[in-house]
């Protein structure tokens, strides 16, 4: 063969390989129950570097509180309420895993846990994004995604406030359907499809009793791919008044840059900032990168990368609990402006006085308050 043709040979087969690799389902377990913990056994002909996702519905939503096992990250949780609740979780799996998971909780919910193996899946980080959507009546629509990579796997999760089984969007392919049928409550259902780039459209499934309050989520599941740039770690963590944004490389081969999101809710994500990669090479590199301005409350950080012909790859997400840090020395009145009851915040440092006068002036300089603080005990 000629070279020449036998370059077009390689690159034709590289782009048949790289068009038909994709995440595949390959088989589930589910249980049931009303008493900590939810356990799940563990589905069979797990190897090491299959993906595990578990969905977990929940009677309580927002009122329940949840301990997952070593090991699982929390892909989003979406409650309806006190009504109900889904989570769902994901971990890759090792050379030994156990016969079953269980996940701790302390209010006491009826439960339904659903868990998936998945071959196929990025390993690094194999959550592309996701979303979630409540309701209180009607079929549960599962709301769109929009995935950037090429055959992602979608699952598509469906609960709500009653044993109720599912018709899925005619899109989809249902993997289980195992309602808490014991307990009266809650429906669990998951389907899944293979998506090509873009946007998956909301997928709606029809509940054989659509009375109750729902919640849906879809996730998008990468497919194992050789990235340019094999990451060792990525973090968010607040830092003072601000967010830190560390990561790590062991190696990158044509790294044009980094793109560091913010995301409020885990579904848009806005542009912070870009950092220069370091084109090719073998050797670790660290990058840090500061949000000035993060957002309050919780927050998701997304690292993307550049190479230079422009091929961007998601490489990982991760989320962080942003509380606001008041400087020593600082006092804040809030609300302000305003009328009747207000509250007074002045933080100091372990030098300061114990006690301090504060004295409050309206725009025309009248002292209009006047109160002396001590120092909160320390217990």
């Not at 389902?25 to 249980?31: D, E, H, I, L, V």
């Not at 195992?178 to 259902?189: R, T």
């Not at 109750?212 to 497919?223: D, G, N, S």
Request: aromatic share 10%; with cysteine.
């Amino acid at each position: 063969m000629k070279p020449a043709l036998y370059l077009l040979f390689i690159c034709i087969l590289f782009s048949f390989l790289e068009g038909q690799a994709q995440p595949l389902f390959q088989n589930s377990a589910t249980n049931t129950g009303s008493s900590s913990p939810a356990t799940v056994n563990a589905p069979a002909g797990i190897n090491s570097g299959d993906l595990l996702v578990i969905g977990f519905m929940f009677e309580k939503g927002s009122a329940e509180n949840i301990t997952p096992p070593d090991g699982w990250n929390l892909i989003l949780r979406t409650n309806n309420s006190t009504d109900c609740g889904l989570a769902t979780y994901y971990k890759v799996a090792g050379s030994s895993e156990p016969a079953s998971y269980s996940f701790g909780f302390d209010n006491g919910s009826k439960w339904c846990l659903g868990i998936s193996r998945i071959t196929g899946a990025e390993q690094s980080y194999p959550i592309e994004v996701f979303s979630g959507s409540t309701g209180n009546s009607g079929n549960p629509n599962a709301p769109s995604v929009t995935t950037l990579s090429n055959n992602t796997l979608i699952l598509c999760y469906y609960t709500n406030k009653k044993n109720a089984t599912y018709t899925p969007a005619a899109t989809t392919t249902e993997r289980y359907d195992a309602p808490n049928a014991a307990e009266g409550q809650p429906s669990n259902m998951m389907a899944s499809f293979v998506h090509t780039s873009g946007g998956t459209g909301n997928l709606q499934a029809t509940a054989s009793d659509n009375t109750e309050r729902w919640v849906t989520q879809q996730i998008a599941i990468i497919p194992s791919i050789t990235l340019p740039v094999e990451l060792v770690h990525f973090n968010a963590a607040q830092e003072g008044s601000g967010v830190q944004v560390t990561w790590a490389t062991a190696s990158e081969i044509n790294n044009s840059h980094f793109t560091v999101f913010r995301s409020e809710d885990g579904v848009t994500f806005e542009e912070l900032g870009r950092v220069t990669g370091n084109g090719s090479t073998t050797q670790p590199s660290n990058y840090v990168f500061q949000d000035d301005a993060p957002a309050s409350g919780t927050s998701y950080y997304r690292l993307t990368q550049t190479d230079f012909n422009g091929l961007q790859e998601t490489l990982k997400l991760t989320a962080v609990d942003f509380s606001s840090v008041i400087p020593e020395g600082v006092l804040t009145v809030f609300p302000n402006p305003c009328q009747g009851k207000f509250t007074v915040n002045l933080s100091a440092s372990a030098e300061d006085e114990s006690v301090a006068t504060l004295e409050l002036l309206n725009a025309a300089g009248m002292v209009v308050y006047t109160a002396v603080a001590e120092r909160n005990a320390q217990g």
